[in-house]
């Protein structure tokens, strides 16, 4: 079945730093969204993409859609404290809407 | 964003009771809602597809008659695990796709199952 790549699986960064992290898959998408989870809690929405090589921006985050629409990355630059959580990554698959969700990149920040 | 809720936040439940989890888009209607199963440190795992009027989807590997679904409005969907055992204690997540903003898919907060 269709499988989402994530890497890398967790970082561990300084304050301040930029992050990159990115998904990689077989199959086409035609949407790729990228979430964050923090524990104990549903993820939350962070940047939707729907067209190939799109870049799209959402404050210290932006994201790109791969033109082949096989990979998606997704920066954080000037990372902080709260930006600690898991990121997952997910591709719309068929057109009643599922998602296939990447195993997550879980992001640390030391002070 | 979109706001979906969902209740309880928590249950404990003993096993071979039933345990239903509600999934409420607040602010706009969804005539699909989808739910969602992680095991800790894991990815989210798509049950099954909720549609508003009809029966639901269910992925491979995922019994419908243990896992009952109820989409009776355009803002409710419920989720009943019937029978639960402990392997089922999990964290359970349901989504609704906002169709008025294309394709993205809003998430509840989950509802936290533990079965003794």
């Known amino acids: 079945g269709q499988q989402l790549n994530q890497s890398p699986q967790s970082m561990f960064i300084q304050e301040g730093e930029d992050v990159s992290m990115n998904c990689t898959s077989s199959s086409i998408f035609n949407t790729w969204l990228w979430y964050k989870q923090d524990p104990g809690e549903g993820p939350v929405l962070l940047i939707a993409l729907y067209k190939a090589g799109e870049l799209t921006s959402n404050g210290r985050l932006t994201a790109q859609f791969g033109i082949t629409r096989k990979d998606s990355f997704l920066n954080i630059s000037a990372s902080i404290p709260s930006d600690v959580g898991i990121y997952f990554c997910a591709g719309l698959r068929g057109s009643q809407g599922n998602l296939i969700f990447g195993k997550g990149t879980k992001l640390s920040v030391k002070p | 964003g979109a706001v979906v809720s969902q209740h309880p936040s928590r249950v404990i439940c003993k096993s071979g009771t039933s345990v239903k989890i509600e999934c409420r888009s607040l602010d706009f209607q969804a005539t699909t809602m989808f739910w969602y199963r992680q095991f800790p440190k894991q990815s989210l795992m798509l049950m099954a597809t909720?549609?508003?009027?009809?029966?639901?989807?269910?992925e491979q590997g995922v019994e419908k008659d243990k896992f009952l679904i109820n989409h009776a409005s355009l803002t409710l969907s419920t989720l009943t695990v019937t029978s639960a055992h402990p392997e089922d204690s999990s964290f359970y997540i349901c989504?609704?796709?906002?169709?008025?903003?294309?394709?993205?898919?809003?998430f509840g907060p989950g509802t936290r199952l533990l079965v003794l």
């Open positions: 989504s609704a796709r906002d169709e008025a903003v294309g394709e993205t898919q809003y």
């Open positions: 909720s549609n508003e009027g009809s029966k639901a989807t269910y």
